[in-house]
């Protein structure tokens, strides 16, 4: 939402009750979920950063971490698939919060496992990507349906500056927590016990808000398709280069930094680094930016991408850790606040072009993106098998980066395939 609402106000209070008017000017299924992200955001660290922590802490296995992410991975788009059935008899927000209370029992498995394996860990690995594929499936319909491509900029800048904001607390206070409450009780692990009753706590909250909205399922129609316009077929280009990036994003940070550092209070204050001059970044990009300059956007997260890659494979010690997390926080916020609009108006163009319920992209979208995780994942267990962790961790990262930049021409020619729609769209209107 490009919005210089009528006033420029001096002086720190005015301007902030000037961006709270802002908010409240927002239609009241946006400003719902937007507290809902808010609320649930304190616990995604726990649930991505910690948990790959607790594995490798306890199985000293970088293989038994990609295990969980692949296991995880795996479930998210074929519980979208179940979704699209799900909807047709049970509302949307019912399956929202189910999700996110998914997050908390998938962590208890894990908890309750006397000794990890590879069995037990892909069990928790699968019901947390149960949790993701009702979480995301049913979050990316309400976002599609609750705005436009005129407000998405501003939806995702603040959505963003939630996130950056709980990413910059959360991460550090549970880490040190972990610490210090395994010390006192002499077990690390009850540190992880407790926090994932925290994790139920947050969810349960998330979901009473969610309640309160009034959000509409999508049509009972089809919604499974294989063939699709060529606008679509190049944006599933740019979700699979997307995803081939996420499992090392959400794996290697804690593998590295329990390699080199070597304890969680530190994971908690590397992940913190940074995020609070991105969060302030982000919201003022998302207030202010136009649909024109995602293009931009998206290609410095890639670049901060890659260039975290090459710093981690040349240093591989703990300063590099550092730089590679510090453009980790940076790059990886662009890239989503800018890959997200992007996905949505492609969807809204394509569906509208081809007369089909919205959710059959969601659905498509996501094997997609899994597509690419699966792939990256591979690589891993491929390179850590057959030559070793090391160099897992050293030169995929920079390998996948460098991939990564071929992005920047995809998402262009996706543009501009965009572009093309609307005018079919217009012509046949």
Same mark, same amino acid.
């Given at each position: ?17 000037? @961006? ?32 790959? +922590? ?6 000293? %296995? ?9 296991? $995880? ?32 029992? $998938? ?10 394996? =590879? ?39 603040? @959505? ?57 399922? #999508? ?25 081939? +990036? ?10 590295? =930094? ?5 304890? @969680? ?39 901060? *991408? ?26 990886? #916020? ?19 072009? @081809?007369?089909?319920?919205? *959710? ?6 996501? *094997?997609?993106?899994? $597509? ?15 030559? %070793? ?41």
């Amino acid at each position: 939402m490009h919005t210089t609402a009528n006033t420029h106000p001096k002086g720190l209070i005015p301007r902030l009750v000037n @961006e709270f008017r802002i908010f409240q000017s927002c239609s009241h299924s946006m400003r719902t979920l937007l507290i809902t992200n808010l609320v649930y955001s304190l616990a995604m660290p726990i649930v991505y950063m910690f948990i790959s +922590a607790y594995i490798m802490r306890n199985s000293a %296995s970088a293989s038994m971490v990609v295990t969980y992410q692949l296991a $995880s991975y795996t479930g998210i788009p074929f519980t979208f698939l179940l979704n699209g059935f799900l909807l047709r008899v049970l509302p949307i927000k019912t399956l929202y919060a189910i999700g996110m209370l998914l997050s908390g029992i $998938s962590m208890t498995i894990m908890m309750a496992l006397p000794t990890l394996n =590879v069995i037990g860990v892909g069990i928790a690995g699968l019901v947390m990507g149960v949790s993701f594929g009702l979480y995301w499936a049913n979050r990316d319909f309400l976002t599609l349906e609750s705005t436009n491509n005129d407000n998405r900029n501003y939806y995702f800048g603040l @959505e963003s500056f939630f996130g950056m904001m709980t990413g910059l607390s959360v991460p550090l206070a549970v880490g040190w927590f972990i610490e210090g409450f395994g010390r006192w009780s002499g077990n690390i692990n009850r540190g992880y016990q407790a926090i994932t009753v925290a994790v139920f706590a947050i969810a349960i909250a998330a979901s009473s808000i969610i309640k309160r909205g009034m959000f509409l399922n #999508p049509p009972h129609t089809r919604f499974v398709f294989f063939r699709f316009h060529r606008l679509w077929k190049s944006f599933l280009v740019l979700a699979f280069l997307k995803g081939l +990036a996420q499992g090392y994003i959400v794996t290697a940070p804690a593998m590295l =930094v329990s390699r080199f550092i070597g304890n @969680e209070g530190a994971l908690g204050s590397m992940q913190s680094v940074g995020v609070l001059f991105s969060g302030i970044l982000l919201y003022v990009i998302g207030r202010f930016s136009l649909p024109r300059h995602r293009i931009f956007i998206f290609s410095a997260g890639l670049v901060l *991408f890659a260039i975290g890659g090459l710093v981690n494979a040349v240093l591989f010690n703990s300063a590099g850790v550092f730089l590679f997390m510090l453009c980790l926080v940076l790059g990886t #916020p662009l890239l989503d606040f800018a890959y997200g609009p992007i996905a949505l108006n492609v969807i809204d163009n394509v569906a509208r072009l @081809e007369g089909r319920n919205q *959710f059959a992209y969601i659905l498509n979208h996501e *094997f997609g993106l899994y $597509s690419g995780r699966l792939c990256g994942c591979l690589l891993f267990i491929v390179l850590a098998n057959m030559v %070793s962790d090391t160099v897992a961790l050293r030169y995929a990262l920079m390998v996948i980066g460098l991939i990564q930049m071929t992005s920047i021409f995809v998402v262009r020619r996706v543009e501009q395939n965009c572009r093309l729609a609307e005018k079919e769209f217009k012509i046949a209107s």
